[in-house]
Nanobody
Framework: QVQLVESGGGLVQAGGSLRLSCAAS????????MGWFRQAPGKEREFVAA????????FYADSVKGRFTISRDNAKNTVYLQMNSLKPEDTAVYYC???????????????????WGQGTQVTVSS
C-alpha cells in the first residue's frame, strides 16, 4: 500500500510559479515510478508529467513541456512538480499517482497507476 498527500497548490497570477509536492508513505518510495495528472472542471483527467523510480527518466505532456519540471527526492519520499510561466489554462486539480507496472519508465497512462492522492487545487488568474 502507498499513501500520497499533495500540497503546494494555490492561487497565482499568469506568468507566476508554484511548486507542488507529493509526500508518499507505505512501500519503499524508490521502488516505484510516479506521475502528476490534472483535471479541470468539465474536462477529463489528463497526464502532466511522470518520472521513473530513480528519476533518470521523465516525460511531459506537450502542453507543459519547457514550463514544468518533475523531480523526486527518494531520501524524503517526495515527488515535486515545479510549475513556471503558468497560464490560466493550467487551472485544475492536480493529482499525484504512484506505482505503475514498470518502475523503470515514466508512465503516461493514468489507468496504469495504482495509488492516487486527494488532489490540490491550482488556480491561475489572467
Amino acid at each position: 500500500q502507498v499513501q500520497l498527500v499533495e500540497s503546494g497548490g494555490g492561487l497565482v497570477q499568469a506568468g507566476g510559479s508554484l511548486r507542488l509536492s507529493c509526500a508518499a508513505s507505505g512501500r519503499t518510495f524508490s521502488s516505484y515510478a510516479m506521475g502528476w495528472f490534472r483535471q479541470a472542471p468539465g474536462k477529463e483527467r489528463e497526464f502532466v508529467a511522470a518520472i521513473s523510480w530513480s528519476g533518470g527518466s521523465t516525460f511531459y505532456a506537450d502542453s507543459v513541456k519547457g514550463r514544468f519540471t518533475i523531480s523526486r527526492d527518494n531520501a524524503k519520499n517526495t515527488v515535486y512538480l515545479q510549475m513556471n510561466s503558468l497560464k490560466p489554462e493550467d487551472t485544475a486539480v492536480y493529482y499525484c499517482a504512484a506505482d505503475p507496472p514498470q518502475p523503470f519508465i515514466a508512465t503516461t497512462t493514468g489507468s496504469e497507476y495504482d495509488y492516487w492522492g486527494q488532489g490540490t487545487q491550482v488556480t491561475v488568474s489572467s
